[in-house]
């Protein structure tokens, strides 16, 4: 007998039936409560959004499909945010969202990438929260390092967002290591030290 976990084929199908039931409701749940709830304040919607850890517990073998449920959840409370015309727009959901998608599904590279392109964006088309936004690559780059475009994301929030052009080279650089990176990678973190005034660290590259 091995210590491997049963898979849900190997389930009886009672079980496999529960939980379908399960993530159903949990589903239909949280639709209805957007629907009825949908003029609450940011600060009392978190209380409803369960930690990432806690709901991976729950869902078991189900864990991408609420992964894909909580995406879409955050990509309801971007879009809706960005569009409102209320003159105070909160996107204080937008980051717990984003965080439980991607560690119901570490593997989410839609999740991390465009997440954090929403992270980013100033106010008032998106919470201005580049922090944020390099938080979660760097959670991808984990997960997966050996995706070069989490490192070459973080460069360009540097070099847009942040101004800071010897971190944005640091970036670009580290993304040139990765093996079957792009080949202008090196080119590009020579060019941006050069733009940010470091010419000589930039002929070393």
């Known amino acids: 007998m091995t210590g491997r976990s049963t898979g849900w084929w190997q389930r009886p199908v009672w079980f496999t039936a529960a939980m ?8 239909s749940t949280a639709v209805m409560r957007d629907r009825v709830y949908a003029a609450t304040d940011p600060e009392t919607e978190l209380l409803y959004i369960p930690s990432g850890p806690v709901l991976a517990r729950m869902a078991l073998s189900f864990d991408a499909l609420l992964a894909d449920v909580y995406w879409i959840r955050a990509l309801q409370h971007y879009g809706g945010t960005k569009r409102g015309d209320g003159e105070a727009k909160s996107y204080d959901l937008l980051g717990p969202l984003l965080e439980i998608t991607t560690t119901l599904d ?17 106010y008032p088309n998106g919470p201005g929260r580049p922090d944020l936004a390099v938080a979660l690559l760097e959670k991808g780059i984990e997960q997966m390092p050996d995706r070069w475009e989490y490192y070459m994301d973080i460069g360009f929030i540097y070099y847009w967002w942040v101004k800071d052009y010897g971190r944005a080279a640091e970036w670009f650089d580290k993304a040139a290591d990765v093996p079957g990176a792009s080949w202008w990678l090196r080119s590009l973190a020579a060019n941006t030290l050069a733009a940010g005034g470091s010419r000589g660290s930039s002929r070393m590259l």
């Open 20 to 27: 379908v039931l399960f993530v159903a409701v949990f589903v």
């Open 106 to 122: 570490p593997h989410f590279n839609a999740a991390y990438r465009f997440g954090a392109i929403f992270l980013t964006e100033a």
